[in-house]
């Protein structure tokens, strides 16, 4: 049983970059229908909406970040695995947890906001500053669910 | 550190001068002119509509921008990729006066140029269109009569097509009850047949009915000579309508060398634009007219003297009244002032509000850095922002303090870079393990973030902390200056030891000091003391968060209401988490990046390739990623946290009547 511990770690550390990732991918993808859209009507807008568009990508990079930590952690990335208990395999996956399903979520609903900014921006393009600012409270959830991973990551081992 | 003084400004003088005042406001762009609502019953003073007039300059910067994109189009003008940064050409009002005096003639050519692009476009489908017959006679080549040839004196000629792939034999056969025929195909395609048919005149009309019978159809292009004649024909028609494209294009090429003169034109219609629509502001009587406006108190006397000096005019310059809000013109220093721009995207200080840009620029620098946090990446930003800034010296104003604003969070990001050991990730650890075979690395002035995030966090909410009380400091003065010190007292300084207070009790309990490992809980009187305090602003809030309600039961659970709000600083703090999570994530991304170009390849030449290679492209990626989100969340804090606690804004940024030119900078002097 001991040896599924590792499976579970590197089961928790995929996940995250993966249900992540898949949030910001889609996410990104919305942005990127409505800026295209946005410019046929005005294409010196083209900055300002690439910059919405990208809002929700972030979570698919915290994804990818809380991997990486998991996977040097138990040494897949450098120097050999360890080995680790069923229970700290667990742990790991737990660890990965709010990262995959907070990034995944917070994703969509970022890129929603992003849409709707997009539209602000393009009515009232002097408003970008104001328009960022809504996709990003969005994005703190995404922070702080990367925060308590990184924390959970590090005390595990 | 401020918003200027304003004054207002009253300007009454004679009609005759009336262009030339306005040309010297404008050139000077320091006066913002209020519109003066007349009652229409007045029978002395009247405003002008200039609609009409505005239009026809609309028109004109229509047509000459138009111009330009077709000039653009046949004649390519070399620009390089950051020409723009450079803003626009600066250009002597003697050199103005001249070319205004010769702009109709630029008019004249803007309109030729207009004109020589609809005739190659005319032209342009006129060969698509001959292009069209040229194809359509195609089937038709080999035919050497005329396609609507009908016959003879004493037979009858049917050509056209029929549907379908035919034979001759196909034909013979169809047609063999009105012999004596002649019957050839010309072409044959897939799905239809061109054919030839000849019958004496007696038979004509029965193997007329046959072939339509057989869905025969006469051919729908016209020529009265062979085909292949007529094609030759049409072919010379093209080619003599793109010599004439040619011609015309190279006529539109030879005004190359005034695309300078449209640009300006252009502006020089803009600049007409925008004083017709200030004439339209103005009260004007017969003989004179009346000015009203707003000027900066450090301009108001030059313009004063300005004016006086050059017409016969009435000058007053007064205080604006208590009730009016006058328009906000920011001043800065330095340090400050390339942060304008970002409270202005927030709001514009209102009323009786203090300019929170400079308060702001303490800590937005030291925001960004820590979110950035990369030496390597700091350095890249400064580098870059310093080369732009020497190298563009005629740069725009705004987009100036913009590029500045980045070259300081460049120096910080950098400063945090070298605190937190993080130099495009770990570069120097990973080059020398790859390479070298040593274990050199540069280690943090500080700490690594990566070693102990714990400590980050703490050190991320420590800042928190200090820019909230920052804030709340900011609406204490802000209280003071407007006479409110009581409510500065009660919104500012209660919050601030309510907060600290809180603080200092949680640091006095192992709980949260185990968490943060922050060593021993601190003892001894001043977590009493700190108890004490926090009760005594606790009750303070109840008391007084509620003031604005008469009836004191209403009062004291809306004080209650507020002493709740005590979970917004909670979550205010926790949000500076971000600077944390926000530095780990450059960090470690990079070090990612490191890390996958030191695994590719066995030898070290492969590998150093490869490693070059991957560092670039992945940096230069990270490096994109990251400043944004540092820009974005630097703003979030400062809007959200910071604003929140103090600045409401709402006030109108001041809009002068000035020449507002696409191209070019009218100089004074």
């Known amino acids: ?46 900055a300002k909406v690439l910059i919405l568009q990208l809002l929700p990508g972030t979570q698919g990079i915290y994804g990818l970040l809380i991997a990486f930590i998991a996977l040097s952690k138990i040494g897949i990335i450098g120097n050999g695995a360890v080995s680790l208990t069923l229970n700290q395999g667990l742990s790991f996956l737990a660890a990965c947890l ?60 | 550190m401020a918003v200027l003084p304003m004054k207002r400004i009253n300007i009454c003088a004679l009609k005759t001068n009336r262009k030339a005042i306005l040309e010297e406001l404008q050139r000077k762009g320091v006066v913002e002119i209020n519109e003066v609502k007349l009652d229409e019953n007045d029978e002395t003073f009247k405003n002008v509509d200039l609609t009409e007039q505005e239009a026809n300059f609309t028109k004109i910067i229509n047509q000459t921008t138009n111009a330009l994109e077709i000039l653009e189009k046949y004649s390519h003008e070399q620009k390089g990729l950051l020409d723009s940064l450079n803003g626009r050409k600066p250009m002597t009002i003697e050199e ?23 005739s190659i476009l005319e032209n342009r489908a006129e060969i698509s269109k001959t292009e069209a017959l040229i194809e359509a006679l195609e089937p038709w080549k080999n035919l050497d009569i005329s396609p609507n ?18 034979t001759e034999e196909d034909l013979y056969e169809l047609l063999a009850n009105y012999a004596p025929v002649d019957a050839s195909i010309i072409s044959v395609m897939q799905d239809q047949t061109c054919v030839y048919v000849m019958t004496t005149k007696a038979q004509g009309e029965g193997a007329y009915e046959t072939l339509r019978a057989n869905g025969f159809a006469r051919p729908s292009v016209s020529a009265k000579t062979s085909p292949a004649e007529q094609q030759t024909k049409l072919e010379t028609q093209i080619e003599a309508l793109n010599a004439e494209i040619e011609t015309f294009t190279k006529e539109i090429e030879e005004y190359a060398d005034d695309r300078e003169s449209f640009k300006l034109l252009s502006d020089y219609e803009i600049m ?119 190298k563009f010296k005629t740069m725009e104003e705004g987009m100036k303090k913009f590029v500045r604003m980045f070259q300081f969070c460049g120096i910080s990001t950098l400063f945090w870079g070298i605190v937190f050991g993080s130099y495009f990730g770990d570069i120097f650890k990973v080059v020398a393990t790859t390479f070298f075979n040593s274990d050199f690395n540069v280690e943090p002035l500080w700490f690594s973030a990566n070693d102990d995030p714990m400590k980050m966090l703490v050190f991320s909410m420590a800042l928190g902390v200090v820019h909230i009380f920052a804030g709340l400091i900011m609406k204490f003065i802000n209280c003071v200056k407007n006479g409110h010190i009581y409510d500065g ?4 300084i209660l919050w601030i030891l309510l907060v600290g207070s809180c603080i200092l009790i949680l640091m006095s309990t192992e ?8 060593g021993d809980p601190i003892s001894g009187v001043l977590p009493k003391i700190a108890i004490g ?95 944004l989100g540092a820009y974005v969340h630097t703003n979030r804090l400062q809007y959200v946290e910071f604003f929140g606690k103090f600045y409401d804004g709402g006030g109108r940024m001041f809009a002068p009547f000035s020449a507002k030119t696409q191209y070019y900078k009218i100089k004074e002097k």
């Open chain 2, 511 to 518: 709980f949260f000091m185990g968490i943060i490992g922050g």
């Open chain 2, 533 to 627: 305090v926090a009760l005594a602003s606790a009750l303070g809030v109840i008391l007084t968060a509620g003031r604005e309600s008469k009836n004191p039961g209403k009062r004291l659970l809306k004080g209650a209401y507020g002493l709740y709000g005590i979970t917004s600083y909670l979550s205010d703090i926790l949000s500076y988490s971000r600077l944390l999570a926000l530095g780990l994530a450059t960090g470690v991304i990079g070090s990612v990046i490191n890390s996958m170009g030191a695994m590719v390849g066995n030898n070290l030449i492969v590998k150093a390739i490869f490693f070059i290679i991957i560092f670039c492209i992945g940096h230069v990626l990270n490096f994109a990623i990251n400043i």
């Open chain 1, 1 to 46: 049983m001991s040896e599924l511990g590792l499976f579970f770690a590197v089961l928790g550390a995929v996940g995250a970059a993966l249900v992540a990732g898949i949030g910001s991918a889609k996410g990104v993808g919305m942005g990127g229908q409505a800026a295209a859209g946005a410019l046929t009507e005005n294409p010196s807008l083209f």
């Open chain 2, 149 to 166: 040839f009908q016959g003879t004196k004493y037979t009858d000629v049917f050509i056209g097509t029929l549907p379908g792939s035919r």
């Open chain 2, 489 to 492: 007292f009660c919104d500012g």
């Open chain 2, 96 to 118: 103005y006066k001249a070319f205004e005096a010769g702009s109709d003639n630029v008019y004249k050519k803007v309109l030729k140029i207009i004109a020589l692009q609809k």
């Open chain 2, 272 to 390: 007409r634009k925008e004083k017709y629509a200030v004439i339209e502001k103005l009260c004007q009587s017969k003989h004179a007219f009346i000015l009203d406006g707003y000027v900066a108190e450090c301009n108001a006397q030059e313009i004063k003297s300005t004016l006086e000096s050059k017409f016969d005019i009435e000058v007053l310059i007064e205080d604006p009244s208590p009730e009016e809000e006058p328009p906000i013109i920011f001043k800065n220093n330095w340090f400050a002032s390339p942060l304008e721009s970002v409270t202005e995207s927030y709001s514009q200080p209102g009323k009786g509000e203090l300019d929170p840009t400079f308060s702001m620029s303490l800590f937005y620098y030291v925001l960004f850095g820590i979110m950035f946090s990369d030496a390597g990446y700091g350095l890249m930003l400064t580098v870059a922002t310093t080369i732009v800034l020497a």
């Open chain 1, 98 to 157: 709010p990262m995959a399903i907070v990034g995944y979520i917070s994703a969509l609903h970022q890129a929603k906001t992003s849409v709707a900014s997009i539209a602000l921006v393009l009515k009232k393009p002097e408003q970008f500053g104001k328009s960022m600012l809504f996709p990003a409270m969005v994005e703190t959830y995404a922070i702080l669910a990367l925060l308590i991973s990184i924390l959970a990551i590090n005390g595990i081992l």
